[in-house]
């Protein structure tokens, strides 16, 4: 089991940007693929993105293709979401998620295929 902190949400404006990390503690970090979900009020959680144990390989969701980047440290156990030209529907709760898995090179887009998750951090895009 991997212990998920997440940090760095906020209220931001419309096109502004933000960096959110999700500090991995228990067991050895590079045996984990990650990912990141959100969820709005009323909505069902969605995958955001997600990256590989090795951090070669990485998926996005349409809605924030090329706007977000996910990357990872496995020196610092941390994993991270750039989001850049922010829209009011990304206003959500975002938790990152963490699959062990022994292939390097793969990364999970369903929900259910994480063991473990963080409590979330909140991002609201308002003017």
């Known amino acids: 089991q991997v212990q998920l902190t997440e940090s760095g949400g906020g209220l931001v404006q419309p096109g502004d940007s933000l960096r959110l990390s999700c500090a991995a503690t228990g067991r050895t970090f590079s045996s984990y693929a990650m990912g990141w979900f959100r969820q709005a009020p009323g909505k069902e959680r969605e995958f955001v993105t997600a990256i590989s144990r090795s951090g070669t390989n990485t998926g996005y969701a349409d809605s924030v293709k090329g706007r977000f980047t996910i990357s990872r440290d496995n020196a610092k156990n941390t994993v991270y979401l750039q989001m850049n030209s922010l829209k009011p529907e990304d206003t959500a709760v975002y938790y990152c998620?963490?699959?062990?898995?022994?292939?390097?090179?793969?990364?999970?887009?369903?929900?259910?295929?994480?063991?473990?998750w963080g409590q979330g951090t909140q991002v609201t895009v308002s003017s």
């Open positions: 998620a963490a699959k062990i898995t022994s292939y390097s090179d793969h990364y999970y887009f369903l929900g259910n295929s994480y063991n473990d």
